[in-house]
């Protein structure tokens, strides 16, 4: 019997509040980001007088509250009596100059947002609606770096402030790339950011403040143990001091611990949380890697899937003794996997790379960590190398089967 929907609801969660967890939600306190926050609002505190703020460059490593410190901010100040009007604008969404020009005129002036309408409408539009009372628009752009256009944007937004004759526009950029800034123009790179801050990693223990604030929240009281907060922090500062990473662990820890029916988060639920945490992760770097780069692994994975059946026909219970050599539990030899991969270039439509294509191949998804390779030793043939996938062979097949064909078994034929 499929259960009903009522069931479902009524089923027992440790959870008090899951999506305190998520990390979409906006805490009212934002632990150890008060100096960070002190700064923003001082350098956007202008407006309240109504002049013009410096525009501003956020930079940081992903998952240290820069996108949350902002809102936060931008909040503070929606409260305020002032002349200001903030653009939130995610650049992932909208990345282009014109898209971002668009969007704020969806957001303020929704009657002028019309399909087809060039540039210069909505660069008018806007110009004179910040004008009719010297309103200061500022624009946060989110995830700037991704904006294809960024020296235009920044000449129009130059231009804007030439151009009014009342009120002005700012501009609050964040950035996790703390390399995009070398590729602009420096004409651009000077207007835009006038001001710059840092948003350093967090560390152990800021993190076991930020995670003791959500999972209070978040889950029913005494759900959670404190030794379970205490390794997602430790294991998230290790990992660049990333908070959403360390949320995440939480949450995916709370959630196993309900499958399994237990009453309480321990750190073996956390511990159990890291490893299906970074497995996504990798499959979703699996699903975006270049298409050579996916032939090699599928390669790999259907060896690994052939010896495991020769073996299991032999009566062979170890290895993936597939009769050429390979030794079972060290992994595939650096040839074999090769062959394979000519092999199976041909069912992606694509022209198999030289070896020397491949061996960089192998290096970048050795970096990435999605397969182990080891030295064969002195004996094995001169020195040639044993690969190992570091993720199931039946997942990493299907999901690239998936990536690449839109559906699954497409390689079995
Ligand atoms: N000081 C803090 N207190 C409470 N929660 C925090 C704090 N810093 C970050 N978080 C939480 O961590 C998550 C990630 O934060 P945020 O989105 O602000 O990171 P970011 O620096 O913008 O990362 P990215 O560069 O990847 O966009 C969010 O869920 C946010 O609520
Ligand atoms: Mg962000």
Redo the contacts with the bound molecule.
């Keep these: 019997m499929v259960e009903s929907f009522e069931q479902i609801l009524a089923r027992p969660t440790i959870f008090r509040e899951r999506d305190v967890l998520s ?5 009212d306190v ?4 008060e100096k960070e926050i002190e700064k923003i609002m001082l350098g956007i505190s202008p407006v309240l007088r109504g002049e013009r703020p410096r525009n501003l460059l956020v930079y ?10 902002v809102k936060f901010v931008a909040e503070k100040l929606a409260a305020m009596q002032s002349s200001a009007k903030v653009a939130y604008i995610n650049c992932r969404i909208y990345n282009s100059r014109y898209r971002i020009l668009q969007k704020v005129v969806k957001d303020f002036l929704p009657q002028f947002d019309k399909a087809g309408y060039g540039l210069a409408y909505f660069y008018e539009k806007l110009l004179d609606w910040v004008e009719s009372d010297g309103k200061i628009l500022i624009y946060v752009l ?2 700037i770096d991704v904006v294809k256009d960024i020296d235009d944007l920044a000449y129009t937004l130059t231009r804007s402030n030439d151009e009014l004759k009342k009120g002005g526009v700012s501009l609050i950029g ?1 950035s ?1 790339k703390l390399s995009f800034k070398e590729k602009l123009d420096p004409r651009s790179r000077s207007s835009l950011f006038e001001t710059e801050m840092v ?1 350093a990693p967090y560390t152990s223990y800021q993190l076991k403040e ?1 995670l003791k ?2 999972a209070a929240k978040g889950f029913a009281d005494g759900a959670i143990d404190e030794a379970a907060v205490n390794l997602a922090a430790a294991i998230a500062a290790q990992d660049n001091g990333d ?2 990473y360390a ?1 995440k662990l939480l949450l995916k820890a709370g959630e196993i611990a309900d499958e399994s029916g237990a009453k309480l988060a321990t750190d073996a639920h956390v511990e159990q949380a890291r490893r299906s945490v970074d497995e996504d992760v990798s499959f979703e770097a699996i699903s975006t890697l270049p298409r050579h780069q996916q032939i090699v692994l599928c390669a790999l994975a259907s060896l690994q899937l052939e010896g495991r059946s020769y073996s299991r026909l032999s009566g062979n219970g170890n290895g993936n003794g597939n009769g050429n050599g390979s030794s079972g539990s060290n992994g595939l030899l650096s040839g074999e996997v090769y062959e394979k991969y000519v092999q199976l270039s041909r069912k992606f439509r694509a022209e198999a790379r030289s070896v020397r294509w491949y061996r960089e191949y192998l290096s970048d998804l050795e970096m990435l960590g999605l397969i182990a390779m080891e030295d064969s030793g002195k004996g094995q043939r001169g020195h040639t190398r044993f690969i190992r996938l570091s993720y199931s062979p039946e997942k990493v097949i299907g999901l690239i089967e998936s990536s690449v064909f839109g559906e699954k078994g497409a390689l079995d034929a």
């Design positions: 990390p979409h939600y906006l805490p934002l632990p150890h980001r940081g490593k992903t998952g240290t509250g820069k996108t949350c410190s989110d995830e964040i996790n948003f930020i604030q959500r908070a959403r949320l």
